[in-house]
């Protein structure tokens, strides 16, 4: 059973961190390029950053850049979302998803950002 953990979510000030992680299971995690995306109240879901395979290439929506990285452990089967000099505008639930093909989403981890 395929399954997206996320964790590491919280409240925090503006110009804080936070460090997401979302273990996963259930398919051959290290042939995939991985997604982080995210969900504020209202709006749509907008895909925040992307991991290749190897770990070695990495992107990013302009409004993280910066700020955000991206990271992964193929062993762990497990990607991460470092978030630096968090702002308001960043609150949102948080979700994991491999970048290519049809997926269930996780339950996802609320980060909010305000003081």
């Known amino acids: 059973q395929v399954q997206f953990v996320e964790s590491g979510g919280g409240l925090v000030q503006p110009g804080g961190s936070l460090r997401l992680s979302c273990v996963t299971s259930g398919f051959t995690f290290s042939i995939y390029s991985m997604n982080w995306h995210r969900q504020a109240p209202g709006k749509e879901r907008e895909l925040v950053a992307t991991?290749?395979?190897?770990?070695?290439?990495?992107n990013y929506t302009d409004s993280v850049k910066g700020r955000f990285t991206i990271s992964r452990d193929n062993v762990k089967k497990t990607v991460y979302l470092q978030m630096n000099s968090l702002k308001p505008e960043d609150t949102a639930m948080y979700y994991c998803?491999?970048?290519?093909?049809?997926w269930g989403w996780g339950q996802g981890t609320q980060v909010t950002v305000s003081s």
């Open positions: 991991i290749s395979r190897s770990g070695v290439n990495k």
């Open positions: 998803l491999p970048a290519r093909g049809t």
